[in-house]
Each structure stands twice: as C-alpha cells, then as structure tokens.
Nanobody, 126 residues
Framework: QVQLAESGGGSVQAGGSLRLSCIASGYTDATYSMAWFRQVPGKEREAVAAVDTDGSKSYAASVKGRLTVYKDITKNTLFLQMNSLKLEDTAVYYC????????????????????WGQGTQVTVSS
C-alpha cells in the first residue's frame, strides 16, 4: 500500500511562489509515475504536471513556464515549484501515483492514478 502526504500549501499574493512536496511511503520502487492535480469546489479535478518513470515531464498548458515538477528519488519525494502564481491557481493540490506502466499520454488523466494524497490548499490573492 502506498501513502502520499502533501505539504507546502498556503496563502500567497499573486506573482509569488510556493513549493509543494509529496512524500511517498509504503513502497521502495522509485520508478512509479507521479503527478500533481488540482481541484476547486464545483469543478472537476484537473492535471497540473506529471513525471514519467523515465523522468520525462508533462504539463498542463495553463501552467507551462510557471510551474515545475521534479522528483527526488533518494527521498521518495515529488515536488512542485510554483512561480508567478495567479489567482486562478487557487485550488486544493493533490499528489498522485500509479503502480503500473501507463502511456505518457495518460499521465494527465486523473483516472490513470490509483494512489492519492489528502491534498494541500493553495490560495493566491491579489
């Protein structure tokens, strides 16, 4: 069983930065594909960024150039560096992992992932 625990959320002014962390435990295989998603009340969960087993990264168009996803395998931790934050980035951010190989085109779909964290709130204000 895999456990994912996010941290690093908070309140920030527009244009500011935050770094989210997701620590994975309960397994030793460092090659799982992992991703960040976000959700606001009343809307569907949407993809933010993903890291494939070979280290390749995928991003939602709305965050390209501002958000960067990376993984520290030695610490079993997935990070999301968030710069130039906008009001529309306000959401609960979730970390996700999948324990099987999936095509890269599937990594920005919530249904691909079978492990989820509890989420961390990010609030961007003007």
């Amino acid at each position: 069983q895999v456990q994912l625990a996010e941290s690093g959320g908070g309140s920030v002014q527009a244009g500011g930065s935050l770094r989210l962390s997701c620590i994975a435990s309960g397994y030793t295989d460092a090659t799982y594909s992992m991703a960040w998603f976000r959700q606001v009340p009343g809307k569907e969960r949407e993809a933010v960024a993903a890291v494939d087993t070979d280290g390749s990264k995928s991003y939602a168009a709305s965050v390209k150039g501002r958000l960067t996803v990376y993984k520290d395998i030695t610490k079993n931790t997935l990070f999301l560096q968030m710069n130039s934050l906008k009001l529309e980035d306000t959401a609960v951010y979730y970390c996700a992992a999948v324990d099987r190989w999936v095509p890269r085109r599937e990594l920005l779909r919530p249904g691909t992932f079978n492990y989820w964290g509890q989420g961390t709130q990010v609030t961007v204000s003007s």
